[in-house]
């Protein structure tokens, strides 16, 4: 597992990379993540991040913003980016935010995410 401010990333297998989101994560200041994110990302090969959003309990204006700029930045890197573990709630929020379809994925878990083609 590697450590970066507000995220856990975790290999977990055929170019999979998990992300876990913790308290410590502000979206309202995507530059301060994206380089070494990408840097990261890179060094571990992904082809696919996994998006965790199990701890996230809304997901508002901003915090979509900032998963739209992970998404750009994965897209430029050839990275697939999928959202996992999405609450009810959360996802009632997220269509309220989105006026275009998402420039990401979704999946129920981990598992499923893992098979998507």
């Known amino acids: 597992m590697t450590i970066l401010q507000g995220m ?5 297998g055929d170019g999979n990379v998990l992300l876990e989101p913790t308290e410590g994560l502000d979206p309202g200041e995507p ?7 990408t840097g990261t990302l890179q060094q571990m090969r ?55 379809n998402p420039p990401f994925s979704c999946a129920l878990d981990v598992n499923r995410a893992r098979n998507l083609p």
């Open 46 to 100: 992904a082809r696919r991040l996994l998006y965790d959003l199990k701890n996230v309990p809304v997901i508002d204006s901003l915090y979509y913003a900032w998963l739209e700029n992970l998404a750009s930045m994965c897209r430029i890197s050839g990275i697939d980016m999928v959202l996992v573990n999405m609450r009810p709630a959360t996802a009632y929020a997220l269509a309220l935010t989105m006026k275009d």
């Open 31 to 37: 530059d301060a993540y994206l380089v070494p994110l």
């Open 8 to 12: 856990h990333l975790t290999p977990i």
